[in-house]
């Protein structure tokens, strides 16, 4: 009965490599995001999917390629690891991007370290 | 620009009352959020604000003064498990995305 899930929990790889991050949702939300919260817990938000198509990209490495095969899901792959990649990547959803009064549900989010 | 502080730190004792102070500086606003962040875990939604005034919920609430960019989350009655970063978020004038502050980390002691 998860709400938003994540895979993998911990991701530990090494700079250059490639990996994908999985995010899904079973509240029937409209509206999905990623976030990046650094090592000064600093939550900050890096795109937003309403109905599968890309509303917010807020200057994220090219690198960082989100794509949302249906609306309960949105995966993210990145490409060429760097060190600063180092985070806790949290996925979340909303019920409509429209209806702003509406809070956001987080996933478990995914510790990913790059060496 | 697009600023949001809190302290980064605060101390209490189990029992008593805290109030964490949240102010912003945003283009627009459309609602102040607050979120409870335990380690290691998701944040979870405590409060949503669009008006002035106080919104109560059990032990928290949350109180909202537009003209002074200012909210502040009172927790009464402090539990050990109350323990854990609190993180006031914005909604500007961009409504598709919340500012995050950069959470304060509130210890409760016996």
């Known amino acids: 009965d998860t709400a938003v899930s994540q895979t993998p929990k911990y991701l530990v790889t090494q700079m250059g490599n490639d990996k994908s991050i999985k995010c899904e949702q079973n509240?029937?939300?409209?509206?999905m995001y990623w976030y990046k919260q650094d090592s000064k817990k600093f939550l900050k938000i890096m795109f937003s999917?309403?109905?599968?198509?890309?509303?917010i990209n807020e200057t994220v490495p090219n690198r960082f390629s989100p794509k949302s095969p249906d609306k309960a899901h949105l995966n993210l792959h990145i490409n060429s690891l760097e060190l600063g990649d180092s985070a806790v990547y949290f996925c979340?959803?909303?019920?409509?991007?429209?209806?702003?009064?509406?809070?956001?549900?987080f996933g478990p989010g995914t510790r990913l370290t790059v060496t | 620009g697009q600023n949001i502080d809190q302290p980064t730190e605060m101390t209490a004792t189990e029992g008593a009352i805290v109030q964490i102070n949240c102010t912003y500086q945003?283009?627009?606003?459309?609602?102040l959020f607050w979120y409870q962040q335990h380690a290691g875990e998701a944040p979870t939604f405590l409060s949503y604000?669009?008006?002035?005034g106080l919104e109560e919920k059990g032990r928290f609430s949350s109180f909202l003064s537009r003209s002074k960019g200012y909210s502040y989350l009172l927790l009464k009655e402090l539990q050990m498990k109350d323990s854990a970063s609190y993180l006031c978020?914005?909604?500007?004038?961009?409504?598709?995305?919340?500012?995050f502050g950069t959470g304060t980390r509130l210890q409760v002691f016996p």
């Open positions: 979340a959803s909303s019920q409509d991007l429209l209806a702003i009064t509406y809070e956001q549900y």
């Open positions: 509240l029937g939300h409209d509206t």
């Open positions: 999917y309403n109905n599968k198509e890309l509303i």
């Open positions: 945003t283009s627009g606003f459309n609602g």
């Open positions: 604000n669009v008006l002035d």
């Open positions: 978020a914005v909604r500007g004038e961009d409504t598709d995305k919340l500012i």
